[in-house]
């Protein structure tokens, strides 16, 4: 039970709950105490040290971020002594640092380097004894260079405990203390997902996407080339961050003009083939569900979950939806349906996917992937890619006019957009699902039960003709666990699952909070991002995937119906089983469709 | 039961093991029994003797002659003149010609006071010298809250190196309603130049046990492990011969004599982290993780081992309880100073004449315990320095050795008790390659976990060893103490804070050869 405690913080005297540690009463009290490896989202490290202050009659600082408040607590956050400490500790921890911080991916984005300016430190205070070793560039999404690794332990807190993954941990002691994967055989190595979580918390640029960027450049800058480029959802309420808009702005339209600037030949859009996932997904829930299945369907476009399911729910694999994400259904359709509708030689289309995501870099690259004869998707940038992208260009996003996408595979409705956030691919899934079995619209379009940022949430849907269907919404992976532990436990104890239909996002918060997105991607922003999405959603003349012109068009020239013959041979999957110790593929667990 | 005309009492201890005691034993049995003495000569295994010589050391009762390092060729005529004659070999006895005479201190001890006298492998001899009867006591007379009021009384205060009350952190855990608790037995030994409980768990296992039952009894856990350092071969070995002999004997295990009690003790070896004997390392270590430190509060007698209250205990500690137990608080105080009660079980090492272990009262003057119960320094030596408290010690130049051995005496000269060790250095060594050596091992042992200690103590290497090469400045010296008094500030465990000492009196007290070398 929380007391109440008085305390002074700084000669102001405040009431608060002795379950507060002093870091969280002095942010909420506008009081800043400096602080490195403290990030509110996660649980404390408490390995910097920076945020130390005094509490009078103590004869050492303590740990703002750590220590809880007590009663009679007199705190200074500010002293003679306290800065030197701050100072000279991040003299130490630079002087064990890779400074190269023009060309830093981090650069102004890298919260030592701020913190080291705001501090006012020397840098040439202790002689840099950093011993050079070797960068992971051993995954197709992460790169980790421990070079410039301070050791803070964030990343491994949000590997272990938001995502359950285990793929990072401390390995050796003293001075060469470093973050590593098991048996230091590198990233892509271990059971890391690619989710890219790591990326999004790395205080500096130790971890960060492996970057596709020159090859993009190449291949625009080739006249021999025809590049088309797909953009992910949350992309286009992420952007503007960057560009000194508001957070959540929606800005699809700059996001093409951008696009057609810096030269890719064709601006289409991943919206559109979020419908259709809809449509092949809804089928196959509709007819799992007219057939009574006892065990659920979960959805499949992110591919931090699929690699997880893969590793460590290998056994539930049949229960996941063979539809290919929406990314890889426009990379299979730029190589068919839309290099037959334009005439294009499909070896000369170059498929860029630019995604909120690090995962699906290794998506991209999957073998399996290939059903147009070609690698389906070619390169996948992040939104910090695209970024550095416009900024090379040149392109002053903030005041860019509006532009239209190119016609084809672009049109989306608003539950194609809502993908972006958690709950959108379960929301759009009902609005549609509901038309399938019933043949009539849903009068209220809007699912609130499986909106917003709580870990798991629960919905029924009455849908007449079959009564209620039973859903479940989990973000971040150790969510994901507890809804597939409850689906074992179901199925091993009952013979059946609590929910039928199951959204499982690798990210927190979903795609907004994806791990390629630009930095400053914490639990709040992503909540602004993710009801950006559901204001586009509001304000789109079509809001179910059904009834998306351009996706009915695809299956009335190209496909025939969702689930036939050639939509199944081209736009769904099957899975592997893979190791816990090294992610590799040890199995295959489901086959494609004949 | 059989009688005979003397015991010869050989110390088994790791040191006199390397200098092969074992080999030794055999022979000197072989050599009795050529002369048919088998009979009339015990020959004995028994702990450590204490504060002796080199080598393998023998007592010999009831003429209490000691022998130190005796070799195997030197058999034949001990037992020759002594065993068969009756004429002690002189050349061989403790070295009585220094200035000062060791001073055997038998009287005043309480964990040492069977080591070297009992078979520490026989638990029949500890309970011959009234072993277990503090337990018995504890068990059948007192209510838990009565032990942890006795122990309170007694002043009892932890001798792993904080110094924390022991009664008021077992008051913590007792009241304390649920389910498990445990006693953690913190013997993972590893401060430099300490190895005092290496020899009272050597020499004296069972008390070390019978503490730990009481304890466990005080505070109601149910569960004791000893986290032991993996080095300690011996103490290992003996250890658990004596939790199967006190299992054997209904001391251990479920329902205790029909008390509705029950104890297992189990033995944890660690896997030599010096960080380890920081208490909450010790217990994330124990639960099979990276030996990293926790953050304090929750203090482990909340939530410790597996988020169970936890009493982590030293060594030293656990081994006065039985003390106290029978004896009673007043007994226990009679020893040591009223702030600083019962005795204290110091390892000598360096230049001096008889480099050991010894028990005093507390507050014993650091001159008296180096001259007198030492033997002064080496023949031909003279005193430079003292580090006390092993190598996150104090370095106490010849002006501060009148410094009293108690918590609050030591804490006016800053210096502090620490794990009881005592390195003595004469006037030839240097003051710069002590913290040299020091700071390289303050380098190697820091866990990594935070920046201020992994930075810290790697930066405070390279400075000293610039000093040492005679390449450093006065400069390099001040920044040392800026890094040592940030670490001091800002380190997240009591390793991290630990540099300062030895930094901080090496400059202090020794600043002249800072001075010299830095001119260089």
Same mark, same amino acid.
């Given at each position: 039970?929380?007391k109440?405690?008085?305390?002074?913080?700084?000669g102001?005297?405040?009431?608060?709950?002795?379950?507060?540690?002093?870091?969280?009463?002095?942010?909420q009290?506008?009081?800043?105490?400096?602080?490195?490896?403290?990030?509110?989202?996660?649980?404390?490290?408490?390995?910097?040290?920076?945020?130390?202050?005094?509490?009078?009659?103590n004869?050492?600082?303590?740990?703002?971020?750590?220590?809880?408040?007590?009663?009679?607590?007199?705190?200074?956050?500010?002293?003679?002594k306290?800065?030197?400490?701050?100072?000279?500790?991040?003299?130490?921890?630079?002087?064990?640092?890779?400074?190269?911080?023009?060309?830093?991916?981090?650069?102004?984005?890298?919260?030592?380097?701020?913190?080291?300016?705001?501090?006012?430190?020397?840098?040439?205070?202790?002689?840099?004894?950093?011993?050079?070793?070797?960068?992971?560039?051993?995954?197709l999404?992460?790169?980790?260079?421990?070079n410039?690794?301070i050791?803070?332990?964030?990343?491994?807190?949000?590997?272990?405990?938001?995502?359950?993954v285990?793929a990072?941990?401390?390995?050796?002691?003293?001075?060469?203390?470093?973050?590593?994967?098991?048996?230091?055989?590198?990233m892509?190595?271990?059971?890391?997902?690619?989710?890219?979580?790591c990326?999004?918390?790395?205080?500096?640029?130790?971890?960060?996407?492996?970057?596709e960027?020159?090859a993009?450049?190449?291949?625009?800058?080739?006249?021999d080339?025809?590049?088309?480029?797909?953009?992910?959802?949350?992309?286009?309420?992420?952007?503007?961050?960057?560009?000194?808009?508001?957070?959540?702005?929606v800005?699809?339209?700059?996001?093409?003009?951008?696009?057609?600037?810096?030269g890719f030949?064709?601006?289409m859009?991943?919206?559109?083939?979020?419908?259709?996932?809809?449509?092949?997904?809804?089928?196959?829930?509709?007819?799992?569900?007219?057939?009574?299945?006892?065990?659920?369907l979960?959805?499949?476009?992110?591919?931090?979950?699929?690699?997880?399911?893969?590793?460590?729910?290998?056994?539930?694999a049949?229960?996941?939806?063979?539809?290919?994400?929406?990314?890889?259904?426009?990379?299979?359709?730029?190589?068919?349906?839309?290099?037959?509708?334009?005439?294009?030689?499909?070896?000369?289309?170059?498929?860029?996917?630019?995604?909120?995501?690090?995962?699906?870099?290794?998506?991209?690259?999957?073998?399996?992937?290939?059903?147009s004869?070609?690698?389906?998707?070619?390169?996948?940038?992040?939104?910090?890619?695209?970024?550095?992208?416009?900024k090379?260009?040149?392109?002053?996003?903030?005041?860019?006019?509006?532009?239209?996408?190119?016609?084809?595979?672009?049109?989306?409705?608003?539950?194609?957009?809502?993908?972006?956030?958690?709950?959108?691919?379960?929301e759009?899934?009902?609005?549609?699902?509901?038309?399938?079995?019933?043949?009539?619209?849903?009068?209220?379009?809007?699912?609130?039960?499986?909106?917003?940022?709580?870990?798991?949430?629960?919905?029924?849907?009455?849908?007449?003709?079959?009564?209620?269907v039973?859903?479940?919404?989990?973000?971040?992976?150790?969510?994901?666990?507890?809804?597939?532990?409850?689906?074992?436990?179901?199925?091993?104890?009952?013979?059946?699952?609590?929910?039928?239909?199951?959204?499982?996002?690798?990210?927190?918060?979903?795609?907004?909070?994806?791990?390629?997105?630009?930095?400053?991607?914490?639990?709040?922003?992503?909540?602004?991002?993710?009801?950006?999405?559901?204001?586009e959603?509001?304000?789109?003349?079509?809001?179910?995937?059904?009834?998306?012109?351009e996706?009915?068009?695809?299956?009335?020239?190209?496909?025939?119906?969702?689930?036939s013959?050639?939509?199944?041979?081209?736009?769904?999957?099957?899975?592997?089983?893979?190791?816990?110790?090294?992610?590799?593929?040890?199995?295959?667990?489901?086959?494609?469709?004949? | 039961?059989?009688?005979?005309?003397?015991?010869?009492?050989?110390?088994?201890?790791?040191?006199?093991?390397?200098?092969?005691?074992?080999?030794?034993?055999?022979?000197?049995?072989?050599?009795l029994?050529?002369?048919?003495?088998?009979e009339?000569?015990?020959v004995?295994?028994?702990?450590?003797?204490?504060?002796?010589?080199?080598?393998?050391?023998?007592?010999?009762?009831?003429?209490?002659i000691?022998?130190?390092d005796?070799?195997?060729?030197?058999?034949?005529?001990?037992?020759?003149?002594?065993?068969?004659?009756?004429?002690?070999?002189?050349?061989?006895?403790?070295?009585?010609?220094?200035?000062?005479?060791?001073?055997?201190?038998?009287?005043?001890?309480?964990?040492?006071?069977?080591?070297?006298?009992?078979?520490?492998?026989? +638990?029949?001899?500890? @309970? /011959?010298? =009234?072993? %277990?009867?503090?337990? *018995?006591?504890?068990?059948?007379?007192?209510?838990? $809250?009565?032990?942890?009021?006795?122990?309170?009384?007694?002043?009892?205060?932890?001798r792993?190196?904080?110094?924390?009350?022991?009664g008021?952190?077992?008051?913590?855990?007792?009241?304390?309603?649920?389910?498990?608790?445990?006693?953690?037995?913190?013997?993972?030994?590893?401060?430099?130049?300490?190895?005092?409980?290496?020899?009272?768990?050597?020499?004296?296992?069972?008390?070390?046990?019978?503490g730990?039952?009481?304890?466990?009894?005080?505070?109601?856990?149910?569960?004791?492990?000893?986290?032991?350092?993996?080095?300690?071969k011996?103490?290992?070995?003996?250890?658990r011969?004596?939790?199967?002999?006190a299992?054997?004997?209904?001391?251990?295990?479920?329902?205790?004599?029909d008390?509705?009690?029950?104890?297992? +003790?189990?033995?944890? @070896? /660690?896997? =030599?982290? %010096?960080?380890?004997? *920081?208490?909450?390392?010790?217990?994330?270590?124990? $639960?099979?993780?990276?030996?990293?430190?926790?953050?304090?509060?929750?203090?482990?007698?909340?939530?410790?081992?597996?988020?169970?209250?936890?009493?982590?205990?030293?060594?030293?500690?656990?081994?006065?309880?039985?003390?106290?137990?029978?004896?009673?608080?007043?007994?226990?105080?009679?020893?040591?100073?009223?702030?600083?009660?019962?005795?204290?079980?110091?390892?000598?090492?360096?230049?001096?004449?008889?480099?050991?272990?010894?028990?005093?009262?507390?507050?014993?003057?650091?001159?008296?315990?180096?001259?007198?119960?030492?033997?002064?320094?080496?023949?031909?030596?003279?005193?430079?320095?003292?580090?006390?408290?092993?190598?996150?010690?104090?370095?106490?130049?010849?002006?501060?050795?009148?410094?009293?051995?108690?918590?609050?005496?030591?804490?006016?000269?800053?210096?502090v008790?620490g794990?009881?060790?005592?390195?003595?250095?004469n006037?030839?060594?240097?003051?710069?390659?002590?913290?040299?050596?020091?700071?390289?091992?303050?380098?190697?042992?820091?866990?990594?976990?935070?920046?201020?200690?992994r930075?810290?103590?790697?930066?405070?290497?390279?400075?000293?060893?610039?000093?040492?090469?005679?390449?450093?400045?006065?400069?390099?010296?001040?920044?040392?103490?800026?890094?040592?008094?940030?670490?001091?500030?800002?380190?997240?465990?009591?390793?991290g804070?630990?540099?300062?000492?030895?930094?901080?009196?090496?400059?202090?007290?020794?600043?002249?050869?800072?001075?010299?070398?830095?001119?260089?």
């Amino acid at each position: 039970m929380a007391k109440t405690v008085n305390i002074w913080l700084d000669g102001k005297h405040l009431e608060v709950p002795d379950t507060m540690t002093i870091i969280e009463v002095a942010d909420q009290n506008e009081v800043y105490i400096p602080r490195l490896c403290y990030h509110p989202d996660l649980p404390p490290t408490a390995n910097c040290g920076v945020c130390v202050v005094e509490i009078v009659g103590n004869p050492t600082p303590k740990r703002a971020c750590c220590t809880p408040v007590s009663e009679g607590m007199k705190l200074i956050t500010n002293s003679k002594k306290l800065r030197a400490y701050r100072k000279t500790l991040v003299e130490m921890i630079l002087s064990n640092h890779d400074v190269s911080c023009p060309t830093c991916v981090a650069n102004n984005k890298c919260e030592l380097q701020t913190l080291a300016n705001n501090l006012g430190v020397d840098s040439d205070a202790l002689p840099n004894i950093l011993e050079k070793k070797p960068v992971d560039e051993s995954s197709l999404s992460i790169v980790r260079d421990i070079n410039k690794c301070i050791a803070c332990g964030r990343c491994i807190n949000v590997c272990n405990e938001t995502q359950t993954v285990y793929a990072l941990t401390f390995a050796d002691r003293g001075i060469n203390t470093h973050i590593d994967t098991a048996f230091s055989l590198g990233m892509a190595n271990s059971p890391c997902v690619n989710c890219g979580q790591c990326t999004v918390y790395c205080p500096t640029g130790a971890l960060h996407e492996r970057s596709e960027l020159d090859a993009v450049w190449e291949a625009i800058l080739d006249p021999d080339k025809h590049v088309i480029v797909q953009e992910a959802p949350s992309i286009r309420v992420s952007l503007g961050e960057e560009f000194g808009m508001p957070l959540g702005s929606v800005t699809p339209k700059k996001m093409y003009a951008a696009l057609r600037r810096i030269g890719f030949d064709s601006v289409m859009d991943t919206n559109f083939t979020a419908d259709l996932t809809i449509m092949e997904e809804g089928t196959e829930c509709v007819t799992k569900l007219k057939a009574g299945e006892k065990r659920p369907l979960i959805t499949s476009c992110s591919p931090g979950w699929i690699k997880f399911m893969e590793t460590y729910y290998p056994d539930l694999a049949d229960c996941v939806s063979t539809a290919k994400s929406p990314m890889s259904m426009f990379g299979v359709l730029a190589k068919t349906y839309y290099a037959q509708e334009n005439n294009i030689d499909p070896a000369k289309i170059v498929s860029v996917a630019i995604m909120p995501c690090t995962a699906k870099k290794f998506e991209a690259r999957r073998p399996e992937l290939r059903d147009s004869g070609y690698q389906d998707t070619d390169y996948v940038l992040t939104t910090r890619e695209f970024i550095r992208m416009i900024k090379e260009a040149g392109i002053d996003f903030a005041n860019l006019p509006e532009e239209e996408p190119d016609k084809g595979m672009s049109f989306y409705s608003g539950a194609g957009t809502i993908f972006g956030a958690t709950g959108g691919v379960m929301e759009a899934a009902i609005r549609s699902a509901y038309y399938l079995v019933t043949g009539k619209d849903l009068e209220n379009v809007e699912i609130q039960g499986v909106r917003g940022l709580e870990g798991v949430k629960e919905a029924s849907v009455e849908i007449p003709g079959f009564g209620n269907v039973n859903v479940a919404v989990a973000h971040g992976l150790s969510n994901a666990r507890k809804v597939l532990d409850r689906v074992r436990e179901g199925l091993a104890t009952k013979g059946e699952s609590p929910w039928h239909f199951i959204e499982i996002m690798a990210c927190p918060g979903g795609c907004v909070g994806g791990g390629g997105q630009p930095y400053g991607n914490d639990i709040a922003s992503r909540a602004r991002r993710g009801l950006a999405l559901y204001e586009e959603d509001r304000s789109l003349p079509v809001r179910q995937s059904h009834r998306n012109p351009e996706v009915l068009k695809v299956y009335e020239k190209f496909l025939g119906q969702p689930n036939s013959p050639l939509a199944l041979k081209l736009l769904h999957t099957y899975y592997f089983k893979r190791s816990v110790t090294n992610g590799q593929v040890v199995g295959q667990v489901t086959h494609k469709h004949q | 039961m059989k009688f005979y005309r003397s015991h010869i009492l050989v110390g088994i201890s790791e040191a006199s093991l390397l200098a092969g005691a074992e080999e030794f034993i055999k022979e000197l049995r072989k050599e009795l029994a050529k002369y048919d003495l088998q009979e009339e000569i015990n020959v004995l295994e028994t702990g450590p003797l204490g504060f002796f010589g080199k080598g393998i050391c023998l007592t010999v009762y009831p003429e209490n002659i000691t022998y130190q390092d005796v070799k195997i060729e030197d058999i034949p005529e001990l037992v020759e003149e002594h065993f068969l004659k009756g004429r002690p070999v002189k050349r061989l006895m403790l070295d009585t010609t220094s200035k000062y005479k060791p001073r055997l201190n038998y009287e005043n001890r309480i964990v040492l006071r069977n080591s070297g006298v009992i078979d520490p492998e026989n +638990i029949e001899e500890y @309970i /011959g010298v =009234g072993g %277990y009867e503090a337990w *018995e006591k504890a068990f059948t007379q007192m209510k838990p $809250e009565e032990i942890v009021k006795e122990v309170k009384e007694s002043g009892l205060r932890g001798r792993g190196g904080a110094g924390f009350p022991t009664g008021v952190k077992w008051s913590f855990t007792a009241p304390l309603q649920v389910p498990q608790k445990y006693v953690v037995v913190n013997a993972d030994e590893g401060e430099p130049g300490t190895f005092k409980d290496r020899l009272i768990m050597e020499g004296d296992p069972h008390q070390l046990l019978e503490g730990v039952m009481i304890c466990a009894r005080a505070v109601g856990a149910t569960k004791a492990y000893i986290y032991i350092r993996g080095e300690y071969k011996l103490c290992i070995e003996r250890l658990r011969k004596a939790i199967a002999q006190a299992y054997e004997y209904g001391l251990l295990g479920k329902n205790i004599f029909d008390s509705g009690f029950d104890l297992d +003790i189990d033995i944890k @070896i /660690g896997a =030599g982290a %010096y960080v380890c004997g *920081e208490e909450t390392a010790l217990i994330e270590s124990l $639960e099979g993780n990276r030996g990293n430190p926790r953050w304090k509060p929750p203090f482990p007698g909340v939530e410790g081992l597996w988020k169970a209250p936890t009493v982590v205990n030293n060594v030293e500690t656990l081994a006065n309880v039985p003390f106290i137990i029978k004896n009673g608080a007043e007994a226990f105080k009679a020893h040591g100073t009223p702030q600083s009660t019962g005795t204290k079980v110091y390892t000598i090492l360096g230049d001096v004449t008889y480099p050991g272990l010894c028990e005093v009262d507390m507050g014993t003057p650091l001159r008296t315990i180096i001259n007198e119960y030492a033997g002064g320094m080496k023949k031909g030596f003279r005193f430079k320095a003292a580090l006390v408290g092993g190598a996150a010690g104090v370095l106490l130049p010849e002006r501060l050795l009148d410094v009293n051995m108690d918590f609050a005496n030591l804490n006016e000269y800053a210096a502090v008790l620490g794990s009881g060790a005592i390195l003595v250095l004469n006037e030839h060594q240097s003051i710069v390659d002590l913290l040299w050596s020091i700071l390289r091992f303050f380098r190697h042992e820091s866990c990594g976990k935070c920046s201020a200690c992994r930075n810290g103590c790697q930066q405070l290497y390279e400075l000293i060893t610039k000093i040492k090469k005679g390449e450093g400045t006065m400069e390099d010296v001040d920044l040392m103490l800026t890094i040592a008094d940030t670490m001091f500030a800002t380190s997240f465990c009591a390793l991290g804070q630990s540099p300062v000492m030895p930094v901080r009196s090496a400059i202090e007290n020794f600043g002249d050869e800072f001075q010299e070398i830095t001119k260089r």
